[in-house]
């Protein structure tokens, strides 16, 4: 069964067109997260939402916007694609503001995404 | 704000050797979390361990052990007996509770890589 899953695995698009990455969780987390993996590993945090709701919204170009139907699910959506875009995104999961439960996060298998 | 360390860009050890991999951390919360994933060459971030910071224990899993030093802000992790599977890119994160946001902040990751 996949915790964390991703669509899709692999992106390759032209500079100025509109994208989305899907993300699913079955874990029963209330909390999913994008996070943005650049060319040098480096990780970093895009977006949260808890329960549908935004709760970290990172200093990201707005020609990107998450949504969130409901808890299991946190799509990406990037419009007017440039070069400097292409990375690695993944979806993650956890309960959030719960407090008690364990807090980990769980990581989506990734989407490659190559701008030309 | 919150800082991860992690000064050894990259490690090669030979099979059966032991290693450690240094994490230091920087925050002002006074309960947050610190957690290892690893990263293979297929790409998927799987997760390690996650601590408590209130929760000073060592502990060990198998060939893995991790060394929780709050006085030096060091979670340090190691790797005993290591394997050609171990090589990888190992990140060391820290997530604060207190301030209720939970989004992970990443080091800058390790590559191990362990020669037959």
């Known amino acids: 069964d996949t915790a964390v899953s991703q669509t899709p695995k692999y992106l390759v698009t032209q500079m100025g067109n509109d994208k989305s990455i899907k993300c699913e969780q079955n874990?029963?987390?209330?909390?999913m997260y994008w996070y943005k993996q650049d060319s040098k590993k480096f990780l970093k945090i895009m977006f949260s939402y808890n329960n549908k709701e935004l709760i970290i919204n990172e200093t990201v170009p707005n020609r990107f916007s998450p949504k969130s139907p409901d808890k299991a699910h946190l799509n990406l959506h990037i419009n007017s694609l440039e070069l400097g875009d292409s990375a690695v995104y993944f979806c993650?999961?956890?309960?959030?503001?719960?407090?008690?439960?364990?807090?980990?996060?769980?990581f989506g298998p990734g989407t490659r995404l190559l701008v030309l | 704000a919150q800082k991860v360390t992690q000064v050894q860009t990259e490690i090669s050890v030979v099979e059966k050797e032991d290693v450690t991999l240094d994490c230091v951390y920087e925050?002002?919360?006074?309960?947050?979390?610190l957690f290892w994933y690893k990263q293979p060459p297929s790409g998927e971030l799987v997760f390690l361990i996650r601590r408590n910071s209130f929760d000073e224990q060592n502990e060990i899993s198998g060939r893995y052990s991790w060394n929780f030093q709050k006085s030096t802000s060091s979670f340090n992790f190691t790797i005993t007996a290591s394997q050609v599977v171990d090589s990888a890119v190992y990140f060391c994160a820290l997530s604060e509770a207190g301030t209720g946001r939970r989004a992970l902040t990443f080091g800058s990751g390790t590559r191990l890589q362990v020669q037959p």
């Open positions: 925050t002002r919360d006074t309960t947050y979390y």
């Open positions: 993650a999961s956890s309960y959030g503001l719960a407090g008690e439960r364990d807090e980990t996060q769980y």
């Open positions: 874990l029963g987390h209330d909390t």
